[in-house]
């Protein structure tokens, strides 16, 4: 290649895909949309249902404590919701904004994520403690909470042994899940510095 | 290809009932754009499965991205830069799997086989896989001006002054032309 003709790479980077590449696009493209589409409805339902069984709740049992946690679980779906809202806001400007501008971004999501996992693995032991102590205060309303089942041989054996399982697979989530966040940040700033070493190099 | 422009508050254009609005329906739009989107996933990805799932995210991108749409650059440049983002996107998060992402372009390399000896002969995947060892911020222009859009579009997508897309194009020509020099050789 000699002559080197942007204008012809272009004609021949641009080859339209053959008929069935074209289907299989289409194909997917549609399948991509209703599975959006589902996924819209399906959040909304599950809203309107979580909602429901709480003013449920509340309705068939109007007592002071039901009515306090029926509307913290409905403050806390709001909340949840309004944080969805405007993660979803935030996602579109990286995708309708300049490379750049979704780097700095992508860069400070990710530095926050990892302050939230880094938070929560030293934030496990006070966990632990406080779920003893708490533990420890409820016991005597166990039978209460798990009726017949703390009649149960070795119920309070597998009870532990799935809560010890549940916090080691927490653990171990938070671990990797720094250890890729932090190698995902390194390749995000080296890119970050490449886009402004070129940015710098090509001022005037 | 479909340029249409719309102002002010957009209705739904996701819905299958036609061009409401100015824009066209995103059926409508995977059948005009569809090979842009496809060009710009195989110029970011190697891996036909990991393409497959990146053009994907592309197409969900371009679905939720769509009522934010209000005709302030042609549509085709709002799909293009959609389309970079979310494969810069995918390209970092790819971190996790590097061996996937590698694997396909080494054994391509590797491997003496025909069929495959005559894939890397077309002239066209030489140009898609010398432009994927393109730097990031080079590739991301030279994706753009092969595309057909204009410089002035280029500049203002990447909201840089036209001189330094000018330098930055150069930049990436001299190294594109390098390497399917070497490639021809």
Redesign the interface.
Known sequence: MSDFDLDRLGDVWRQQPDPAEMERLQRTAIAVARRARISAILDVCAAIAVGAVVVFLVVANPQPKTLVLGSGAIVVLLVSNIRQRKLRKLALKDLTGTTEDMLDQSITRIETTLRHHKFTLWGLPLVLIGAFIFSAVVMPQRRAIFGGLSQIPWFRTTWLAVWIAALIGLGVFLVVAIRRGASELNRLRAMRDAYRQERDSSAP | MVELQQSGTAPDP?GGDGAKGGVPP??RI??DY??L???IAMSYEADPTLR?DL??QI???I???LP?YRGESALKT?IA??A???S??FV??Q??QPKLAELPERLEADTPNPEEEAIELN??EM?MQATRRL????R?VIIL????FSYAEIAE?????P???A??LSRA?TA??SM??QG?E
């Open positions: 996701r995103f059926e995977v059948a569809g090979p989107i496809s060009r497959e053009t994907q197409f969900l991108a679905w939720q991205a934010s709002f830069r959609i970079q983002n979310r810069i996107s970092t998060k971190v996790r002239e066209r140009l730097p990031l911020p080079q991301e001006v092969l595309e057909g997508m990447l909201e840089i002054a001189n330094a897309l330098l930055r020509k594109l032309k399917l020099e021809y």
